[in-house]
């Protein structure tokens, strides 16, 4: 699954990146770790509601919907947060989840082996450059985090490269055609237009989903 060229350590349950002066590789995450416990109330109670103008219980409802039937595949999650992913994927399936925050992580381990999953793995990495090998996950999710890449076309080349032909990517981003409300949304917010561009030009075929939440653009993008 790792890069021929790439080495990781396990640490407390998770999979960090060694750097060539055999440290480990560490990022800055947007909410420190020492606040990591209060991620899922900061996402129901203000992100969705103030930010968004939408609301968490109809986020799961459309997930649940479109990504329920998933079953048996190897899934790979970028910008896992805190595993909510639990609450949409099957537990038949492989997972791998990535995120800059090993607090995040933390969390997100302890829910997916509540929830039954068989070896979940959970690497502490950036979405721009990935540390798995070519043609290895059925499916790859990004759940309300694209916004915050620095550089989009770099993940969406790493998604199609780790990716097999005719897998999926399922993605619910803000977007700021939809936007209702004046509180601002941090990231770099792209339209529905740009992403189609954007993912298209990168090998992908295009589908906006019809879930309407607030703010939020639910698409897909099949590899070709």
Known sequence: MIKKDIAVKRKKGLYYLVKEDNGIQRFKPWLGDAFSFLYDLIMEKSIFPKKFGGEMARHVEILRGELGNIRN???????????????????????????????????????????????????????????????????????????FFHDASAVVEEIKRVLRRGGEFFCSVPVPERRERSSPIHGTLYSEEEFESMFQAGGFDFQSLPGRNGALLYFKAVVK
């Open 73 to 147: 595949r190897r899934v790979l999650e970028l910008a896992t947060g805190s595993g909510e992913a639990v609450r949409y994927l099957d537990n038949s399936n492989r997972y791998a989840g990535l995120d800059i925050s090993p607090g995040l992580l933390k969390i997100a381990a302890g829910k997916f082996a509540a929830a039954g999953f068989e070896d979940p793995r959970f690497f502490v990495a950036s979405a721009d450059d990935l540390p798995f090998a070519d043609d290895v996950f059925d499916v790859c999710l990004c759940l309300l985090s694209f916004n």
